[in-house]
């Protein structure tokens, strides 16, 4: 049924003549109070205070003219007057959107986005309520099957929402995804049709079978993202600049990088001006050397009749050229932003990636003075230390790669109940027999051959002449092999860090039922040292090792070590282990000053 | 506005509004007829001011629905809306006859539904909007509205059926 069949239905019933002339009749004489049933209509204003008191609001009131059998009320709310919940007597609107799924309340809503550089938490006040209202109320939402909707990828990025029971988060390629919790509201508890009944516990039984959760997925039309990005952003940040006095739009602005070229987009423009407006600025007076090392982000734009050439550099240096078109005029300045990021975020901004993917610095930490390479010889996986000037050629090469992180590694498993937990990936991060892996203090970072590098709980991705250089490296060096017990002795060093604050051991009783014991240890070195004073050996068999009897186990990063009270070590390095064992009767003597210690 | 003048005012703006409304709410002509003088006549006996017409319209829509609950009568299917009631009626006539089958359809719908479907489809009320009048939560509304449609188009297909099947006998 169309709406216009039912109201043409409608229409087609009018009043007649003779019964209009003699209701303007009755209506035009003296008004005599009748005593009837409608006496107690009430006339006069009341202030009520609203139903939902949202947290942001401050005290807010409505106006109500009442009206009708049983003081029954009516409130038609006009935006035009709504400027904010300042005083008793204004007008406050909800804005009581209907979406598909539901209808909900937009102002005060916290909404978060997290659009390439852009991290921004934009609480939805007076115009943003009502503008987002208005679109939403108007967006064409078309409902997706599962197979039309994946939502597998862990990916953050987009616009999301909590509203009562719903969580709604809206995607760049305009999907949407809404879970709801069905609880029991408890100012309103509402019964519709669309129950069986309620449950004691305020469960939502539904054809008799009990759900905590429902979800729901559509898909909105082209721009959509654009448009609420805009709305939400619109008195943060806009497309145009406004730094080290470069102004005008960014939009089809000519960029260049060292992956790509081509003009910014809309979306783009966003990053853009929020990363570039809000950067600290200090001007360079030294100098008008470029980098030649490193090709620089450029970005040609303009303004009217001036022109700017834009050229960023990785350390910060940034060169301005303004020229008038009038006079032909040039401007040069020099500048430096400090924030060590914004490169990379500039760089991701104008690269074409995939969602869960962004480009980042060189994500080890080197303040280690060694590391230790573990890779297989001859079938033979062994242990390798990497020291001095060796040391520092890796860290220079490893500082200087192109790391993309790719955060894929977990897919979201939907449970029955409507939620989901994190699964990691196993063949993302698979290695052969050409992988090998760099530890660096308590950081192992994995080194596949498909040019992704693999240190928990990200894989990066480099380039193929950054993987070439690497494994070229590993490869030619002849490292210092080590032994088993060197090997150990190390991985207790870094695992048992002293002063590391953030380090917590579990140490056993001998005594089975009173369960492990929890410590942060901040002196740790008397136990490191009886440790390493024992002679540890490898140990091909793992099925010695006595899960179910620990001494004690000790976990740092990607570290592990856990001994069971036989004396034999389960060493953990990332996702691999490896087994040592060592004299029985030297480790019980060790054992009991491993357990006294405070 | 004068609030002498409201009444009048009112019923010459409005008097079809609270007529075809209290049609869709009852599904009586007759009893449509009562409450349109009922409604006027309360307002002209008790007036009130309004900020706008707007204001005034939502009221008188109010006004409307509560006395159609009123009415001493627990189901609306035991009232039908026959042709007879319309044809010897004073008060309300057709403009034309060609919506007749959907008013009686409309005229079958109970009134938790007819209230929605009429501030939806005939008033263009948003759910926000139907919320306020009839006080009702919006959820409530959204599935009385998604009700009442379908009971509609049930209730229509079924009369399509029927004709169908007397097309097929008859010829």
């Known amino acids: 049924m169309q709406r216009n069949d039912y109201k043409d239905a409608l229409n087609e019933l009018q009043l007649s003549s003779k019964f209009c002339e003699e209701m303007e009749k009755k209506l035009t004489e003296s008004n005599n109070v009748r005593s009837d049933e409608y006496e107690d209509i009430v006339t006069h204003v009341d202030v009520i205070k609203p139903k939902r008191f949202r947290g942001l609001a401050t005290a807010a009131a409505f106006v109500l003219a009442a009206g009708g059998i049983g003081g029954g009320a009516y409130y038609k709310i006009n935006a035009k007057y709504n400027s904010g919940p300042q005083s008793e007597q204004q007008e406050y609107d909800e804005y009581n959107c209907n979406f598909p799924f539901a209808t909900l309340p937009l102002h005060d809503v916290v909404f978060n986005v997290c659009d390439r550089a852009i991290r921004s938490s934009v609480p939805a006040y007076d115009k943003i309520a009502k503008n987002l209202d208005d679109f939403f109320e108007h967006a064409e939402w078309t409902e997706l099957s599962d197979e039309d909707y994946n939502v597998d990828r862990n990916t953050y990025a987009g616009i999301d929402f909590l509203v009562n029971e719903y969580i709604v988060h809206i995607q760049s390629n305009e999907k949407v995804y809404v879970s709801k919790r069905l609880i029991n509201l408890n100012d309103s508890v509402y019964y519709t049709d669309d129950y069986d009944y309620i449950t004691a516990d305020g469960l939502y039984v539904i054809n008799g079978q009990s759900e905590n959760y429902e979800y729901f997925k559509y898909s909105l039309p082209e721009g959509s993202y654009k448009k609420i990005l805009s709305i939400l952003l619109e008195d943060r940040v806009d497309t145009n600049a406004d730094f080290c006095g470069v102004s005008g739009s960014f939009i089809n602005a000519d960029y260049h990088t060292s992956k790509e070229e081509g003009k910014v987009t809309e979306l783009q423009a966003y990053s853009l001006s929020y990363l570039l407006n809000n950067a600290i600025w200090t001007t360079e007076t030294e100098g008008f050397e470029e980098d030649t090392e490193k090709e620089p982000i450029t970005l040609n734009m303009v303004d009217n009749k001036d022109h700017y050439e834009i050229k960023i550099y990785r350390n910060g240096i940034t060169y301005i050229t303004k020229t008038t078109e009038e006079s032909n005029a040039e401007e040069v300045s020099k500048q430096r932003f400090k924030d060590k990021d914004a490169y990379n975020d500039l760089l991701s901004t104008l690269t074409t990636l995939d969602e869960s993917q962004w480009i980042v610095p060189c994500p080890i930490d080197f303040k280690k003075e060694n590391a230790v390479l573990i890779k297989k010889t001859d079938g033979v996986e062994k242990a390798y230390l990497i020291d001095g000037y060796s040391y520092d050629s890796l860290a220079l090469m490893l500082e200087n790669f192109e790391w993309t992180r790719c955060d894929d590694v977990y897919n979201n498993a939907f449970l029955s109940d409507g939620t989901y937990m994190p699964v990691i990936d196993k063949d993302k991060i698979a290695q052969n027999d050409n992988s090998f892996t760099i530890v660096i203090g308590a950081q192992a970072i994995v080194i596949n051959d498909n040019n992704m590098i693999y240190s928990s709980p990200y894989r990066y991705g480099v380039t193929d002449i950054d993987h070439s250089i690497i494994d070229v490296w590993v490869q030619n060096n002849n490292f210092q092999d080590m032994s088993d017990d060197e090997f150990v002795d190390w991985a207790i060093d870094n695992v048992m860090q002293k002063g590391e604050m953030n380090t917590y051991y579990s140490i056993y009783s001998l005594d089975q039922e009173a369960g492990p014991q929890e410590v942060l240890i901040k002196d740790i070195e008397e136990n490191r040292e009886k440790l390493k004073a024992l002679e540890w050996t490898k140990l091909n068999n793992p099925e010695f090792f006595d899960d179910k009897n620990i001494a004690c186990q000790m976990y740092n990063t990607h570290l592990s070590v856990r001994m069971d009270k036989n004396g034999i070590m389960k060493l953990g390095i990332g996702d691999n282990s490896y087994y040592f064992s060592t004299s029985p009767e030297q480790f019980a003597k060790i054992a009991d000053g491993l357990l006294n210690y405070k | ?171």
Not at chain 2, 32 to 43: G, K, N, P, R, T
């Open chain 2, 1 to 171: 506005m004068n609030n002498d003048s409201t009444a009048l005012y009112a019923f010459r703006k409005y008097g079809n509004t609270v007529l075809r409304a209290a049609f869709a709410f009852c599904g009586s002509y007759a009893e449509s007829e009562d409450i349109v003088q009922d409604v006027f006549l309360s307002l002209h006996t008790s007036p009130k001011s309004f900020n706008d017409d707007e204001h005034l319209k939502a009221w008188l829509l109010r006004v409307t629905i509560n006395k159609c609950k009123n009415l001493k009568r627990s189901f609306r299917f035991s009232r039908t809306c026959s042709i007879d009631e319309i044809e010897q009626s004073e008060a309300i006539y057709e403009i034309s006859t060609e919506g007749r089958e959907l008013r009686s359809q409309i005229a079958k719908l109970p009134r938790k539904y007819a209230e929605v479907i009429f501030l939806y489809y005939y008033e263009g009320y948003s759910i926000k909007e139907i919320s306020e009048i009839t006080e009702k939560n919006e959820n409530t509304v959204g599935s009385l509205l998604r009700r009442g449609r379908e009971k509609l188009r049930a209730e229509l297909e079924k009369e399509d059926e029927s004709c169908r099947e007397t097309i097929i006998k008859t010829l």
